[in-house]
């Protein structure tokens, strides 16, 4: 049974009883789970191959997938905990429609992704790639150079004169760039952000306040109330 995200899934995974794959029974011990996936569809999809939920890896194996992104099948792995397919898969995902073309030339390009951590950390490094849908072939590039370069305003007759085709493969080699389906793909020199590179600032968005903050802001805001609503009496012990 295929669940409700069949339809616009990452990747999905053949997932297999192990056991009963050793048995002989290699027809009955499989069964198809798609990424972006949740915790409902994977016990479901235990339950067809006759694991418990929660089975760890090791009482299952993934013995193939389909993919929707150029060179990502080769990094999948065999065993793996699912949780860590379910993030990789949500991060691509979440990707806008722009960002996905950008994954997809970037996927045609020599600076295709070739590691499970790339496409992990693809998500954190869009700002690594410039893309230009609207050129496409050497001579839009060509003209782009000239363009961006020429400080006079050139008329038809000397436009006529240009070949933009050197100007072209001089632009794709300054910028170490190349053409594909989705535009012209370019690096701009940025550093690509790691995973441990990100995780220090994420835990900082998200950093609890400490113990001895959280009774610093009690402690204003009883002062506010007590000022706000004074009373006759015994007053409180200060925190």
Known sequence: MENDHSSDYIFKAYV??????D?????ASGAWLYFPTYGE???????QIGLPAGAPPGKYFIDDYVCRIDGMKPVLPMYCDFGELAMLAQGLSDLSLEDR?????????PYRLTTLEQFREFPHN???????????????????????????????????????????KHAMEEDKGCLTNYGYLAPPGDEWQHEQDARPAKKQAEKKPSIMERLEQSK???AGQNKAQPHRGKSAPEL
């Open 101 to 109: 073309d950008l994954l997809a030339a970037v996927q045609e390009s």
């Open 41 to 47: 569809a994977i016990n479901e999809v235990m339950e």
């Open 23 to 27: 048995a002989g029974d290699r027809e």
């Open 16 to 21: 297999v009883n192990t056991a009963a794959y």
């Open 126 to 168: 869009t700002e690594f790639f410039t893309l230009e849908p609207s050129i496409k072939r050497l001579d839009d590039l060509g003209w782009s150079y000239v363009a961006q370069h020429m400080d006079i305003l050139l008329t038809p007759p000397l436009l006529d004169a240009i070949d933009p085709v050197p100007f072209g």
């Open 220 to 222: 204003k805001e009883c």
